[in-house]
């Protein structure tokens, strides 16, 4: 494990610097998560900079919350994660989870599972932002998001088996989804970095942004999905998650059934009546 990831996960103790409260979670001395609005944009931010946002109790715990927080919001329409500093996330605090008496199991499902759960259930398109890199589950929470800005000097890292764990966070499902088996097993068991060009290759993040631009990349295209049709990209959103899982045949049958649901809706005829007349549609989700 080199020095960088010794540090994110707790074997170099590293001191925190002030944090900004997350809106309505906790006192502004305990916070590790910052959450802003602008717009209709929502962008949530892992604030542990000093363990480059390895994920300890209380982080898991708040990014849920802003997770979730931000996904309720009916002013949001789309939604930002990044992480404060020079990495997204290092991944599990190793410090911090041997200390614990919980098991591996316990933690996973009922700590870290609501964070996916609220990326996944968002009816909001979520893009990760990657600056410096994201290890471990961090990794998995990133290529877990609907879609994914990375920096052009960072990387993906898969280290578990360096320390005889395996990927965990959905990554077997997620990288086998997206890489197909041999590459998903390849690059779960080799504990080497990917680097951005790599990942970008493999379509494992969608865009590559600047050094120090992932944020306000992601930031942008989050402006430009929050003005189409709400309902549109949710529907959307939800069968491409399950297309995997199902048939041809049931696939058509969905579409259909949400096809139905969207026509019926105002803001199909706000958007074919824009359409027509040549102008930029006004959708409210209606």
Do not use: H
């Not at 996960?9 to 602008?38: E, M, Y």
């Amino acid at each position: 494990m080199d020095e960088q990831l010794q540090e994110a996960s707790g074997l170099c103790a590293l001191p925190r610097r002030g944090l900004t409260a997350l809106r309505g979670v906790g006192a502004s001395q305990d916070a590790v998560v910052r959450a802003r609005n602008s717009g209709a944009v929502a962008t949530v931010l892992m604030d542990q900079p000093g363990n480059l946002n390895s994920f300890t109790p209380e982080l898991r715990a708040q990014l849920a919350a802003a997770l979730m927080e931000a996904a309720q919001d009916p002013s949001v329409r789309a939604i930002v994660l990044g992480g404060s500093g020079r990495f997204f996330s290092a991944g599990a605090n190793l410090k911090r989870s041997a200390l614990g008496t919980e098991s591996i199991r316990d933690i996973l499902l009922k700590e870290y599972k609501p964070v996916f759960d609220a990326v996944a259930e968002a009816t909001q398109p979520v893009i990760a932002a990657i600056q410096g890199g994201a290890a471990g589950i961090g990794m998995s929470l990133a290529v877990a998001c609907d879609l994914v800005v990375m920096e052009e000097n960072a990387f993906l890292l898969c280290p578990f088996s360096n320390i005889g764990l395996i990927p965990d966070g959905g990554a077997t499902w997620t990288l086998t989804r997206a890489l197909g088996q041999r590459a998903a097993f390849e690059f779960a068991i080799g504990g080497d970095r990917m680097p951005a060009s790599r990942a970008l290759e493999l379509n494992l993040v969608n865009r590559l942004a600047p050094p120090g631009q992932a944020l306000q990349t992601a930031e942008n295209w989050a402006g430009e999905l929050a003005i189409k049709a709400p309902l549109a990209l949710a529907a959307t959103k939800k069968l491409v998650r399950k297309a995997a899982a199902l048939s041809f045949e049931d696939m058509f049958m969905a579409e259909a059934e949400a096809q139905e649901t969207c026509a019926a809706s105002a803001d199909a005829a706000e958007g074919i009546a824009a359409f027509l007349e040549k102008r930029a549609p006004r959708f409210t989700g209606a």
